[in-house]
């Protein structure tokens, strides 16, 4: 690898930046204490890794060895809107140390690195299966630092694999298999991704014409505990929103989003 990459393996082991990458995310809002800290740098890993996982596995039914010592990261800073406000985020580009893949797809698998045809089932089993195994050092290691519980996290993972879901599938064309692939993935018994909160809702509005404009949100299972910074509040989905009033903002979004204004908003 060039310099200024290293792999997930020796990040999850390296004290001195996770404790690096804590502080960073305690350094834009007075109050963040150290639960907040380690939610805030799950959501902002787990982002990365849903970028690098979800298009390849839903658009191409490509699954690569996501093992830590062959994830390879190069992290970055860049600006990220998120309820219509900016953000510092930290981002990482990623590549791939193994060329190893597991695929359902038969043309796929005819490849010297690939593993299968595999069922739909197994292949998403697959992948359950390398997201826990990839998460699980990192969990602990925050969990130890942090003393917010594991469930939280595993929460917070499963949020960031189920908003990609649905944004590459409005992207790739597919958004109804987009929902049912990340159902398959993410809501496995026993897995610590499989939680009751997390799930899909649709909502709908009328525009000026009088037509309806519908979209589809993912109801979160996690907290990224941004509410309890200063000056903080609920995100939009944040699952400890009451579901009425969640609903209530968003279709005020959904009408800003057209262009309404005024009356025509309330």
């Given amino acids: 690898m060039e310099p200024g990459w290293t792999t997930a ?14 502080d960073y995310e305690g350094s834009f809002n007075a109050g963040t204490d150290r639960k907040a800290c380690g939610s805030l740098m799950m959501t ?4 990365v890794f849903a ?62 690195d690939g593993r299968g045809p595999m069922t739909h089932n197994q292949i998403a089993d697959a ?29 917070l993972v499963a949020d960031a694999l189920a908003g990609w879901f649905i944004e590459a599938g409005r992207r790739l064309g597919c958004l109804e298999a987009a929902k049912a692939s990340a159902m398959a993935v993410l809501k496995r018994p026993g897995s610590p991704l499989n939680n009751r909160q997390l799930h899909y809702f649709d909502l709908s509005v009328c525009d000026r014409a009088g037509q309806p404009f519908s979209h589809t949100f993912r109801g979160r299972g996690g907290c990224c505990r941004f509410y309890t910074v200063e000056g903080g509040e609920y995100c939009s989905t944040c699952v400890l929103k009451d579901p009425r009033q969640r609903d209530d903002d968003l279709r005020q979004a959904m009408r800003r989003h057209l262009g309404l204004t005024g009356a025509e908003i309330a």
Avoid: M
């Fill in 127 to 155: 992948f359950c299966t390398a997201v826990k195994a990839h998460f699980e050092p990192l969990i602990e290691q925050l969990h130890a630092r942090t003393k917010l519980s594991r469930n939280a996290f595993w929460r």
């Fill in 44 to 47: 902002d890993y787990a982002y």
């Fill in 51 to 112: 970028l690098a996982t979800v298009p390849a596995f839903l658009g191409f039914a490509i699954l690569p060895d996501l093992s830590p010592s062959r994830f390879a990261l190069q992290f970055h800073t860049t600006q990220d809107e998120h309820d219509g406000h900016t953000h510092e985020v930290r981002r990482a580009h990623v590549r791939y140390l193994s060329g190893g893949f597991c695929t359902s797809r038969k043309d796929h698998a005819a490849h010297p």
């Fill in 9 to 22: 393996e020796a990040f999850f082991a390296n004290d001195t930046v996770i404790e690096e990458f804590l």
